[in-house]
């Protein structure tokens, strides 16, 4: 069974460019979460989409946002790219809220120029 | 208060010792405290998880031990292997499905070497 992918693997980006991370569940998951990994930093969480809808976001500001499809895939934009945005995104799924545990794909390592 | 606070920052171990890692949290509403490997290039993966009703849970090599009162949990790593290189976060949350709610800590590179 193949688990949740991410796409690209890396990717860079110069100031002020925005930038669409894409998201895969493991099959049979409806909830995708995203997370920040920036360096030195613990994962810090972004959104939460479940069933096509955004369920909850992390105090991250607006110009960081996202959609799921109606097949469960997801895609995060991250517009007027800073520096400090340069991170490792994480994206993770679960088959829903209760009791589930959530499981992570490899990430996309954004690099701001 | 919703700081996940995580020591050391890195660890090295020879083969055959034991790993310790250490996290305290501030917020007694948390009730999931689970444990996250990554290796370089890959996602985190759950490498075990306490609920506060035990003081202990044991897999494999892999141990944690939880301190309520203290509001402190530690993973034990018996008979650390090379294989066991990687970083290691803590985690916290109310509920165990909460992955939204999961508050990380800011990881432990632990370094095994033969």
Request: with cysteine.
């Amino acid at each position: 069974e193949a688990g949740v992918t991410q796409s690209p693997t890396h990717l860079i980006k110069t100031r002020g460019q925005q930038a669409t991370l894409r998201c895969s569940p493991i099959s049979g998951h409806t909830s995708v979460y995203w997370y920040q990994q920036a360096l030195g930093l613990g994962l810090q969480f972004l959104l939460w989409y479940d069933e096509g809808e955004e369920r909850n976001r992390g105090n991250f500001p607006p110009r960081f946002s996202g959609r799921q499809f109606p097949n469960y895939s997801s895609e995060l934009n991250v517009n007027a790219l800073e520096l400090e945005d340069s991170a490792l995104y994480l994206c993770a799924s679960s088959l829903g809220r209760e009791n589930t545990e959530a499981f992570f794909g490899q990430g996309t390592r954004l690099t701001v120029v | 208060q919703q700081q996940v606070k995580q020591s050391p920052q890195s660890l090295i171990v020879q083969k055959g010792g034991i790993s310790i890692i250490n996290c305290a949290y501030e917020n007694t509403a948390f009730d999931y405290f689970p444990w996250y490997q990554q290796f370089p290039g890959k996602g985190p993966a759950l490498l075990i998880a306490i609920r506060p009703d035990v003081s202990e849970k044991k897999e494999g090599r892999f141990t944690i031990s939880f301190n309520k009162s203290a509001k402190q949990f530690s993973l034990h790593i018996m008979d650390s292997q090379p294989g066991d290189s990687a970083t290691y976060f803590c985690a916290a949350s109310n509920g165990v499905g909460n992955t939204d709610k999961l508050i990380f800590g800011t990881g432990t590179r632990l370094q095994v070497f033969p």
